[in-house]
């Protein structure tokens, strides 16, 4: 099916057209959903209540104020189609997303799980990793149903379009006071076909109290062709516990992307992430940090590079509701070509939140002059003692530096290509794993 998209010119009537086509898209998208086998019988209700959610609901347009600057016209002009299991990928085919310094891998193929590309599921007194249909035949399925689909900010439209759906998923669970020797590597590959196709990949991540975990996440493709990916992920980190989490986004130039990252934070927890996006044409992820703890630590740095006509919008929320809590944000964007760039990043701090220290800062380097970028930081304060601060700069590359590089003996091309990757460096910097911060500098290198 494919909704042709009304203009917005003719008042009440046209607008109640307009939300008609996003709702009758939304739902042909949730009668994609794939079938449960009798063994997921006891996801079936969490799916209903999802799907009776997703009835009331439509995709959203740049009228919703959260989605003002993200046009998603485009996404409504694709007919998809389930994504159908494959079984014809072999691991020659993935080598290149293969990192050596992490042996515990978990591959999915459009959401469904992929064994024979993953290495053997961990079952250790320090970790438990494997897929959700196999841990839900084992004694931790009940703790699973204790956090799966119980964050907050589950009722986000495609968050619950991707619990509607859900069958299979990632499951990491580190046991109280334990510290895994390996990072865990989740790996969802979209296959591209003839047809557009839809998956909703999935991932639990749950660290009792005491224990620590480095994780990393990626999406990529085999193909250039058009999809839809919509993914969710999950964590949970207990009392005094600490996760290290690397993001990394590469879908086909032609795929869609809309993602959630919702995670929960006890007590004197420590969560980090770098969060890395320059795939699809049109990307966002949602980040939602809940402090729910007193001397909690949240670290987050973005890298968004995007050239073309590629759109990438980036929405964060931290949120600290007890005293003592800090966190620190750095979100970087390069744009160049036609490309548009956005970032939206709240950090609530109520009352309760007392001695709170907060801060944030957003930059962005335009190359190109038809190059876009909408930032939008906010602090949203009602403790009276903190210290929060918050801020944004869009620039191109400084004529002087370039000069410099130049008077050196460096060429104008290689001297802005030396401050485009010194820029991008910074959060690259921070990835734990030395094969991947390579891969990703040599990107840099490569394309600006």
């Not at 660290?207 to 990529?220: A, D, M, P, R």
């Not at 009392?239 to 007590?267: C, L, P, Y």
């Not at 601060?389 to 410099?404: C, I, K, M, N």
Request: proline letters at 4%.
């Amino acid at each position: 099916m494919t909704i042709q998209v009304s203009t917005v010119s003719d008042g009440k009537a046209t607008n109640g057209k307009l939300r008609g086509d996003r709702v009758a898209y939304l739902q042909q998208l949730l009668s994609l959903r794939p079938e449960l086998d009798a063994s997921g019988d006891w996801l079936q209700p969490i799916r209903d209540r999802a799907a009776a959610r997703v009835q009331e609901m439509a995709i959203p347009s740049t009228k919703d104020e959260e989605w003002r600057f993200t046009d998603l016209s485009p996404l409504l002009q694709v007919d998809f189609q389930a994504a159908e299991r494959s079984s014809a990928v072999n691991l020659s085919e993935i080598e290149a997303f293969i990192l050596p310094e992490i042996p515990c891998r978990l591959v999915f193929i459009d959401g469904a799980f992929a064994p024979e590309l993953s290495t053997q599921a961990v079952i250790s007194e320090s970790l438990i990793a494997g897929n959700l249909e196999a841990i839900q035949q084992s004694p931790l399925k009940d703790q699973i149903q204790t956090y799966l689909a119980q964050q907050q900010g589950a009722e986000e439209v495609f968050t619950v379009l991707n619990t509607a759906s859900l069958r299979d998923g990632a499951i990491a669970y580190v046991p109280k006071n334990q510290l895994p020797e390996t990072p865990i590597h989740l790996l969802f590959i979209s296959i591209t076909a003839e047809k557009a196709t839809i998956s909703h990949p999935r991932a639990l991540v749950v660290v009792e109290s005491g224990s620590s975990l480095t994780l990393l996440e990626q999406y990529v493709s085999l193909g250039e062709g058009t999809y839809f990916t919509n993914p969710v992920t999950e964590i949970w980190i207990a009392a005094n516990a600490e996760v290290n989490h690397t993001r990394i986004q590469q879908d086909s130039q032609n795929a869609f992307h809309i993602g959630k990252t919702a995670v929960s934070q006890a007590r004197d927890s420590r969560y980090a992430c770098n969060v890395i996006s320059y795939g699809a044409q049109l990307s966002r992820h949602h980040l939602e940090v809940y402090q729910t703890g007193e001397q909690t630590e949240t670290t987050l740095n973005g890298l968004t590079m995007i050239g073309g006509d590629q759109v990438a919008d980036t929405h964060s929320l931290i949120s600290l509701t007890k005293p003592h809590g800090t966190s620190s944000q750095v979100h970087k964007c390069i744009v160049d070509d036609r490309a548009h760039a956005i970032f939206n990043g709240k950090i609530f701090v109520p009352k309760p939140a007392q001695l709170t220290n907060a801060g944030q800062l957003s930059r962005n380097l335009l190359l190109s002059p038809k190059a876009r970028v909408d930032t939008k930081p906010q602090l949203e304060i009602t403790a009276d003692n903190v210290k929060c601060s918050h801020g944004a700069t869009v620039s191109q590359l400084e004529s002087d530096e370039v000069f410099y590089l130049q008077s050196r003996g460096i060429d104008a091309d290689t001297a802005r290509r030396l401050l485009t990757y010194a820029f991008a460096y910074e959060v690259i910097r921070e990835i734990s794993f030395p094969s991947l911060r390579e891969s990703l500098a040599q990107f840099v290198r490569n394309h600006f």
